[in-house]
């Protein structure tokens, strides 16, 4: 009796001595299974590698902008503006020559006057002022032109007139300008001139003539 009772309390603590450790062993197990499989994931089985850049697009000669460096993006449209044609203000080839034919135009409407020499020019008295007419034709003579005095068809015209006929209204201009007017009191002649003056010996003086200045009561024409 007394034996058995001595060897009954090892046997007991051995027994319950073994019990934890033969538990514990699967769960080292596990820990060593999840341990594994965090280092697949974060390792070998991670994320997908980068993609690598391609390789021969064109954005060798891209600008900052998004565009090239001859005016087009990289898909071939203009890039800030640019023209089609190369130009960098979309103007195209005409511009130049319509500026220069417009000023063609322009320089070919200016009348150009002839030489004082071959303007004849008239000179009728139409104030009734004794000798105006003749000084005033002197001072037309003094310039260069070939004039001649005589009477206006009245001695009470009250607008001087510069009258031309056709293709001299130029050369009148410069007459009256040179008279001391402006161009505003040139006008064109009626088809006979004789009828701005007085008397068949004025009519047949004047016959021929250019430019026929009628001196009136405004003085404009001095």
């Not at 009796?1 to 514990?24: C, I, K, L």
């Amino acid at each position: 009796m007394s034996s058995q009772g001595r060897y009954a309390a090892p046997d007991s603590f051995g027994r319950s001595g073994g019990n934890p450790a033969s538990r514990g062993g699967p769960l080292v197990v596990i820990a060593v299974l999840l341990g594994l499989l965090l280092l697949w994931k974060g390792g070998v089985g991670g994320s997908d590698p980068a993609e690598p850049a391609a390789v021969g697009s064109d954005t060798g000669d891209a600008t900052a902008d998004g565009g090239t460096e001859d005016g087009t993006a990289v898909d071939g449209t203009p890039v800030d503006g640019a023209a089609t044609d190369g130009t960098t203000d979309g103007t195209t080839d005409g511009t130049t020559d319509t500026v220069v034919e417009e000023a063609t135009s322009t320089t070919a409407a200016v009348a150009v006057t002839r030489p004082v020499a071959e303007v004849r020019v008239g000179v009728a008295n139409g104030v009734g002022e004794v000798g105006l007419a003749g000084k005033r034709s002197q001072a037309l003579g003094a310039v260069g032109y070939t004039t001649v005095a005589v009477d206006a068809a009245s001695e009470d015209i009250a607008t001087s007139t510069v009258y031309y006929v056709e293709g001299y209204e130029a050369d009148a201009v410069a007459v009256a300008v040179a008279l001391g007017a402006t161009g505003d009191v040139v006008s064109p002649a009626p088809a006979d001139l004789t009828t701005l003056v007085k008397g068949t010996d004025a009519a047949a003086e004047i016959a021929g003539f250019h430019v026929i200045a009628v001196l009136g009561d405004d003085r404009v024409l001095g």
